[in-house]
Structure formats: C-alpha cells, structure tokens
C-alpha cells in the first residue's frame, strides 16, 4: 500500500521563476491538501482539493495555484517566486469525509535564490 | 492571533522526566483534534487523536478541554527517542476537514 508520494524531493530555482510540485495521494485517498512549511514553524495551509476542485484555501496569494487530476493526484505552482517561498512543501491526504489522521508525503524541498 | 497557539519551547529535559505541552484554539467551531510528531526534516505523522474524555497510550496521555478550548499533551519517562517537534493539530468539520497546525514544541531528552 504505497503512502502518499510527492516530487521532487528537493529543487532549486531563482526568483521570478515558476516550480509544479506533484503529488500523489494513499490508495484510497480522493483529498489532497498542500501545506508549507518555513524552518522553525508549523504546516500551513495552502489549499484543498476534493473532487478536482479547490474547496478551502489559506492565506496565500494567487501565485499559489494548483489542479487535481481524476486519478486523485494533484500539482501545486507557485508563480513569481520570491525568496521567501523558500520552505518545505508537504502534501497530505484523507479519505473525503473522514476528518481523522492526515497522511503527509516527505516534502518538497524548495530553495529560492 | 493565530487559530492554534501553543508553548514556544523548546523544552530540554534528563531522560525519565516528565513533560506537558498545551495548546489553545481560536476556532469554537473545531471538532477534532490531535497530536502530531515532526523528526528534523521529517514529515509530520500523527502520534495520537485528542478526545474529550481523554486518551492515554502508554507514556502519552492527551486531553480536551472544549470549554477553554485547551489541549495537552503530557508525555511520562522521557526516553531519548521522544526527541522531536510535537504540533497540535485541529480540524474544522465545517470546513472540508481543514486541518490547522500550531507552530510546534520543540522537546530534546538528554541523556
């Protein structure tokens, strides 16, 4: 039973470029919600999406975008980047309805230059 | 004013100490709650559910507090390998099970 997987593990861009981070959820998952994650602080919550639709978004502006395809998976872009975007992107995963234990991938590494 | 706020840390404690962390939320309309552990450069994985009549599993007991909008974690004889960052974690129903995060305590156990 493969977990939820996310690449790439680690990416290096400059500012002003644009980065697709890819995930796929746990066998059985449709949601899928993408969090980042700056050193020294906790997940936030970028967006969610069930059934190929962004049901509940954080604070995050609209460089932030993302897509779920009918497999389940998802993609997270980040347009523009600044320096700031630098952190650790995690995708996780639940059954819909299911308000229990969140799945979390490795992460997405993600420096800015 | 953040939804989950909890102790800043970092807590270093001898091994076989006991340790407490809390947490309060903002958001009255939560229902559910938990504890997740994060190793240094790790995913988060949960460590246990938070319930109103408390839980305990083995060294790890957590409790709710739905009218102070409290939560703890206490952890009993610290071993070496309890070492991590713990995030109280709480999810709105009303929301598509949005889960928000706190920041994170930092606990080191030394030997």
């Known amino acids: 039973d493969a977990g939820v997987t996310q690449s790439p593990t680690h990416l290096i861009k400059t500012r002003g470029q644009q980065v697709t981070l890819r995930c796929s959820p746990k066998?059985?998952?449709?949601?899928v919600s993408w969090y980042q994650q700056a050193l020294g602080q906790g997940p936030q919550f970028i967006f969610q999406y069930y059934e190929e639709e962004e049901r509940q978004r954080g604070n995050f502006p609209d460089r932030f975008s993302g897509h779920q395809f009918p497999n389940y998976s998802s993609e997270l872009n980040v347009n523009a980047l600044l320096l700031g975007d630098s952190a650790l992107y995690l995708c996780?995963?639940?059954?819909?309805?299911?308000?229990?234990?969140?799945?979390f991938g490795e992460g997405s590494r993600l420096t800015v230059l | 004013r953040k939804e989950v706020e909890q102790d800043p840390g970092p807590f270093n404690v001898p091994e076989g100490a006991t340790v407490a962390f809390n947490c309060t939320y903002s958001?009255?309309?939560?229902?559910?709650f938990f504890w997740y552990r994060q190793d240094c450069r790790k995913e988060p994985k949960l460590l246990m559910s938070v319930y109103s009549s408390g839980n305990e599993d083995g060294r790890f007991t957590a409790q709710l507090n739905r009218a102070s909008q409290y939560i703890s974690l206490l952890i009993r004889d610290s071993k070496l390998s309890d070492s991590a960052t713990y995030l109280c974690?709480?999810?709105?129903?009303?929301?598509?099970?949005?889960?928000?995060f706190g920041d994170g305590t930092t606990l080191t156990v030394k030997p």
């Open positions: 996780a995963s639940r059954r819909t309805g299911n308000t229990g234990e969140l799945f």
């Open positions: 958001n009255s309309a939560s229902q559910s």
């Open positions: 066998s059985g998952h449709d949601t």
């Open positions: 974690v709480v999810t709105n129903n009303t929301n598509a099970g949005k889960s928000t």
